[in-house]
């Protein structure tokens, strides 16, 4: 009796070392090594090769002990469940579905990114549509989810046939692998370009016809109609995304709809204060043809006409646009693209 006693003590013991064990070790491993490769997405070394490919997160996990270190992530996964995992941890080598978005919503991380609108960035549809978790992981594969935007880390390396898999130079860079004329992602060629076939021009306007792209070298403080608001300066590049975002936005050509969507160098207390941006670009926001193209609510964001009084007013750049802003030489509702085609200079101070 004694020594059947002294067993189940014994066994009882081995199996609560276990048990802290596989509580404690594997929560410490994964946090370190994620920290250390700076990746968060799982691989097939997941829990030393005896995890991969298995979906079951809550036979090595316990869900009470996730993320004790983040709060904000913490209420979210234990409002969710094991649900979140593939958000930011990737499939575990199963046929698991990545649920980006379980987390990315206007209701739990509103404004990482801001998602409103109802254009999105969507790969070869006829019409816009709700963007979906399967559309991240096209440009988000291996994000490391520290909250910092780093362009070689959480942007796909998409190959391409011209320089291959070169790592990006910038957010730019990124862009103009898909959107060129000669050399487009074979899996994700762009289609329903619109009518100036814009999305297809944007590599050569950014190279050689853009002056908010490389070739802005000319642009002076001189010239007709000068003055930037702060934070912005002459012979710079301008990033696409500061005028175009990739989550959704109520203007056609993925056009920014409100300050806190692009314009990242823009002072961040007028930033911040959420500007609208209403663009007419042959139709409306209530889908009317309209004979126009006005885009002064997006340019005067940047484009402030720093003169004097007598000679802004003479060029009309006191007009308030109508999102609050003056500093650009035309009222809202009059044409831009007469004598500007994404931003390409026709003619002195233009």
């Known amino acids: 009796m004694k020594f059947t006693v002294v067993i189940v003590m014994r066994r009882s013991n081995w199996l609560f070392w276990l048990l802290c064990l596989l509580l404690l070790v594997p929560c410490a491993y994964a946090r370190d090594v994620s920290q250390a490769d700076g990746n968060l997405l799982l691989t097939p070394n997941h829990g030393q090769g005896e995890a991969w490919g298995k979906a079951r997160c809550i036979n090595c996990h316990v869900m009470r002990r996730l993320h004790n270190s983040v709060p904000e992530i913490k209420e979210i996964v234990e409002n969710k469940g094991f649900a979140t995992c593939t958000g930011c941890h990737g499939k575990n080598g199963t046929q698991a579905i990545q649920q980006c978005l379980i987390c990315h919503n206007v209701n739990d991380l509103p404004a990482n990114p801001p998602r409103t609108g109802k254009h999105r960035h969507d790969f070869n549809l006829k019409k816009d549509l709700p963007t979906t ?15 910092v935007f ?32 000669g050399h487009q992602q074979k899996k994700w060629p762009i289609k ?5 076939d814009q999305s297809k021009l944007a590599e050569e306007n950014y190279l ?3 002056k908010h792209g490389v070739s802005d070298t000319e642009k002076v403080e001189s010239s007709l109609y000068p003055g930037l608001r702060d934070g912005y300066v002459y012979n710079s590049i301008v990033d696409c ?31 911040k ?12 926001t209530n889908n009317e043809l309209v004979d126009i193209a006005d885009y002064s609510q997006l340019c005067v964001l940047c484009h402030d006409m720093q003169i004097d009084n007598e000679n802004k007013q003479k060029y009309g750049g006191n007009h308030d646009t109508g999102n609050g802003l003056s500093g650009v030489h035309f009222e809202y509702g ?17």
């Open 150 to 181: 780093e362009v070689r880390q959480d942007l796909t390396l998409f190959n391409d046939k011209l320089v291959g898999t070169r790592a990006y130079k910038d957010v730019n860079d990124f862009c103009v692998r898909c959107h060129n004329n």
């Open 192 to 196: 329903n370009a619109g009518k100036r």
């Open 241 to 271: 995304v500061d005028c175009h975002t990739m989550h959704g936005t109520e203007n056609a050509g993925l056009i920014i709809d409100n300050s806190l969507k692009g314009v990242f160098l823009l002072n961040p207390a007028l930033r």
């Open 133 to 147: 978790s399967a559309q991240c992981v096209m440009c988000h594969a291996a994000s490391d989810m520290d909250g």
């Open 273 to 284: 204060q959420g500007i609208a941006v209403e663009i007419l670009d042959g139709v409306n």
């Open 208 to 210: 050689f016809v853009d």
């Open 334 to 350: 009059s044409d831009c693209v007469t004598c500007h085609s994404h931003g390409e200079r026709v003619q002195k101070g233009l």
